[in-house]
Nanobody
Framework: VQLQASGGGLVQPGGSLTLSCAVS????????TAWIRQAPGKERERVAC????????YYADSVKGRFTISRDNAENSVYLQMSSLKPEDTGVYFC???????????????????WGQGTQVTVSS
C-alpha cells in the first residue's frame, strides 16, 4: 500500500488550499484515511478522517467548519479542502490509512498502518 500526499504550499491567512492523497494497493474500499498534521513544538494532531463512504467523517474541533475531507473511491484519492486558514494551521500534513469497518462519528482511529510522505502547509502573511 502506498500513499502519496500533495498540494501543500504557502498561503496567506484567510486563504484556501486543497491537499490530495493518492492511495494505491488496498484490495478493498474498507479503509479509513486521515489527515494528520505535525506542527513544530506541538503534538501530532488528527485533523480529519474519512471512511469508505463520504458521510463517515470526523473532524477535530480546531478545523471543524473550515476543513472538508472527501474521498473519491473511483480515483482512489482523498482530499482535504482547507479554507479560512490560520497561522496555527501551519505544519506538515500527512495522509495515513488503516483497514477500517466502523463509524467515525466520535473519533478517528488512533493508529495507522500506512503513511504517506508529508506535505508542508505554511499560513503566513
Amino acid at each position: 500500500v502506498q500513499l502519496q500526499a500533495s498540494g501543500g504550499g504557502l498561503v496567506q491567512p484567510g486563504g484556501s488550499l486543497t491537499l490530495s492523497c493518492a492511495v494505491s494497493g488496498f484490495n478493498s474500499d474498507h479503509y479509513a484515511t486521515a489527515w494528520i498534521r505535525q506542527a513544530p513544538g506541538k503534538e501530532r494532531e488528527r485533523v480529519a478522517c474519512i471512511g469508505r463512504s463520504g458521510g463517515n467523517t470526523y473532524y477535530a474541533d480546531s478545523v471543524k467548519g473550515r476543513f472538508t475531507i472527501s474521498r473519491d473511491n473511483a480515483e482512489n484519492s482523498v482530499y482535504l479542502q482547507m479554507s479560512s486558514l490560520k497561522p496555527e494551521d501551519t505544519g506538515v500534513y500527512f495522509c495515513a490509512a488503516v483497514a477500517f469497518y466502523g463509524s467515525l462519528r466520535t473519533r478517528c482511529p488512533n493508529t495507522y498502518t500506512y503513511w504517506g510522505q508529508g506535505t508542508q502547509v505554511t499560513v503566513s502573511s
